[in-house]
């Protein structure tokens, strides 16, 4: 008999199955219900379909051994749903985000909340992938009965971020991790303290991001006001200076008096709004 051999049935959304030795993830309204491990599926259309390819075959089956299979369903529906915003993803999500969400859950039960200090950064830098974390923690407090923490919804976004750009998760913490610290240089040499909510330091955020992007791709910028912004904020071109030292060092690149000066005038737009 064709069709698909159910190898394990996580939720009444989600199987595993095989066919012809290759195995499936199955997503489907009520596909698991009432379904038995080597029973055989006969339609060919699914909501979703993902293939275990080789390479991530083996790491997903150790997971899956280890992982509850409710917490493993819960995930491939959030997958399925990132899936419906993002065309091509890292097929690693099935591993990293699966693992991630395990252990988090497992934290909150022990009430053992990890902080994430870059959650402004990230809110910011990565807002579609924010808003689309925060309805997976919706789905996943649906089905695991628990309450999913502000922090741990940004660190949802980091990973999906990572999955549908293909860079690096490291490399997306690192930038925010670079804003958050590029605020505090800021804050030590102004003795103030930035309101991370404001616009001011959203737009902030936003091109630091920019500037990373440009450096890292070689992408020239002309300021032509950078004689006049270098005369006229001297503080703040000052502290822009040691931002860009550290972001040299960050990203071990020469950046450009051109960044400079534009990294000074939003500087000098922080400070304006923190000392009125």
Same mark, same amino acid.
């Given at each position: 008999?064709?069709?698909?051999?159910?190898?394990?049935?996580?939720?009444?959304?989600?199987?595993?199955?095989?066919?012809?030795?290759?195995?499936?993830?199955?997503?489907?309204?009520?596909?698991?219900?009432?379904?038995?491990?080597?029973?055989?599926?006969?339609?060919?259309?699914?909501?979703?379909?993902?293939?275990?390819?080789?390479?991530?075959?083996?790491?997903?089956?150790?997971?899956?051994?280890?992982?509850?299979?409710?917490?493993?369903?819960?995930?491939?529906?959030?997958?399925?749903?990132?899936?419906?915003?993002?065309?091509?993803?890292?097929?690693?999500?099935?591993?990293?985000?699966?693992?991630?969400?395990?252990?988090?859950?497992?934290?909150?039960?022990?009430?053992?909340?990890?902080?994430?200090?870059?959650?402004?950064?990230? @809110?910011?830098?990565?807002?579609?992938?924010?808003?689309?974390?925060?309805?997976?923690?919706?789905?996943?407090?649906?089905?695991?009965?628990?309450?999913?923490?502000?922090?741990?919804?940004?660190?949802?976004?980091?990973?999906?971020?990572?999955?549908?750009?293909?860079?690096?998760?490291?490399?997306?913490?690192?930038?925010?991790?670079?804003?958050?610290?590029?605020?505090?240089?800021?804050?030590?040499?102004?003795?103030?303290?930035?309101?991370?909510?404001?616009?001011?330091?959203?737009?902030?955020?936003?091109?630091?991001?920019?500037?990373?992007?440009?450096?890292?791709?070689?992408?020239?910028?002309?300021?032509?006001?950078?004689?006049?912004?270098?005369?006229?904020?001297? @503080?703040?071109?000052?502290?822009?200076?040691?931002?860009?030292?550290?972001?040299?060092?960050?990203?071990?690149?020469?950046?450009?008096?051109?960044?400079?000066?534009?990294?000074?005038?939003?500087?000098?737009?922080?400070?304006?709004?923190?000392?009125?």
């Amino acid at each position: 008999m064709e069709g698909y051999e159910v190898v394990k049935v996580f939720n009444n959304n989600v199987v595993l199955a095989k066919k012809e030795d290759i195995e499936y993830i199955l997503i489907d309204r009520g596909i698991g219900f009432n379904t038995k491990k080597g029973e055989k599926i006969l339609k060919d259309a699914f909501e979703k379909v993902f293939i275990l390819e080789s390479d991530i075959k083996d790491k997903f089956t150790q997971l899956i051994s280890r992982t509850d299979k409710e917490i493993v369903g819960v995930c491939e529906e959030v997958i399925n749903m990132i899936s419906k915003e993002y065309d091509d993803l890292n097929k690693d999500i099935h591993i990293k985000l699966v693992d991630h969400i395990a252990f988090a859950v497992k934290r909150i039960k022990e009430k053992d909340e990890i902080e994430n200090p870059f959650l402004t950064e990230i @809110e910011t830098l990565y807002t579609k992938e924010y808003e689309i974390a925060k309805r997976a923690a919706s789905l996943i407090e649906e089905r695991l009965n628990i309450k999913i923490p502000e922090g741990e919804i940004g660190f949802i976004a980091l990973h999906i971020n990572a999955a549908k750009s293909k860079e690096s998760l490291s490399n997306t913490i690192k930038s925010a991790y670079i804003c958050n610290s590029i605020a505090e240089i800021i804050e030590d040499e102004l003795k103030i303290e930035i309101d991370r909510k404001s616009i001011d330091y959203a737009r902030f955020v936003t091109h630091i991001k920019f500037t990373i992007h440009r450096v890292i791709n070689n992408i020239p910028i002309k300021n032509e006001l950078k004689a006049s912004i270098k005369r006229k904020y001297k @503080e703040s071109y000052r502290i822009a200076k040691l931002v860009v030292e550290f972001l040299e060092k960050e990203l071990d690149q020469k950046i450009s008096d051109d960044e400079v000066a534009y990294i000074a005038m939003h500087i000098e737009k922080l400070k304006n709004r923190a000392l009125f």
